[in-house]
């Protein structure tokens, strides 16, 4: 017999003011969830939010440092034409890097 892991939750307590709390208390009701539910489900957005965030936020700067390291780029113009192609359904490649 195979038992598969289940991810244990951890108890956590956190303060909110007087006035959030009857919101989520309400909004909660408006759901039909508990307010529980309704916090965990907030965490995990913003959590799964943020980490795109961040990520985005280092394949930035990745792309930043590659450019002053190289200066291999695109212009606007060779961007928007490339996407204008993909939007009118052309499968086209991106335009070629260039200095």
Known sequence: MTTTSVPTAHPVAI????????????????????PHWLMRE?????????????ALRQDAFKAW??????????T??????WLAKLEAGKDEEPPECHV
């Open 65 to 74: 440092s590659d450019y002053q390291a190289t200066g291999l780029h695109v």
């Open 42 to 54: 907030g965490i995990r957005q913003y959590v799964e939010r943020e980490e795109k965030r961040e």
């Open 15 to 34: 303060k909110l003011e007087p006035d959030i709390k009857e919101r989520v208390k309400r909004l909660a009701l408006a759901r039909k969830r508990s």
């Open 76 to 81: 606007q113009d060779e961007a928007e034409d």
